[in-house]
């Protein structure tokens, strides 16, 4: 069972830069598909973006293209989210999950295509 742990959460101001991290264990981290998520208060989940298995292909949801970048780290067995431009409407519990896949159809910007989940975390943006 693989386990997902995201950090780098905070409160930033408006125009600002955050890079979240994923550090993925109990699994054979090269072999999975990573995705980012985040659900706003009263909103439901979304999905921001993923980054195949060998890191040679991202996703992006349209709000975040230009302005967010995913990246992973084999050797760190990590997957980051390189949050920039941030604005208030970025603010929200960020998710990282994973599932074990080569093969990537239009499943990769779902939710429910994800076999694992990291416990979130916070993003807040202030004005």
């Known amino acids: 069972q693989v386990q997902l742990v995201e950090s780098g959460g905070g409160v930033v101001q408006t125009g600002a830069s955050l890079r979240l991290s994923c550090a993925a264990s109990?699994?054979?981290?090269?072999?999975?598909?990573v995705g980012w998520f985040r659900q706003a208060p009263g909103k439901e989940q979304e999905f921001v973006g993923a980054?195949?298995?060998?890191?040679?292909?991202?996703y992006y949801a349209d709000s975040v293209k230009g302005r967010f970048t995913i990246s992973r780290d084999s050797a760190k067995n990590t997957v980051y989210l390189q949050m920039n431009s941030l604005s208030r409407e970025d603010t929200a519990v960020y998710y990282c999950?994973?599932?074990?896949?080569?093969?990537?159809?239009?499943?990769?910007?779902?939710?429910?295509?994800?076999?694992?989940w990291g416990q979130g975390t916070q993003v807040i943006v202030s004005a």
């Open positions: 109990g699994g054979t981290f090269t072999t999975l598909a």
């Open positions: 980054v195949s298995r060998s890191g040679g292909t991202t």
């Open positions: 999950a994973a599932k074990d896949s080569s093969y990537y159809t239009t499943d990769i910007y779902t939710a429910g295509w994800y076999d694992n």
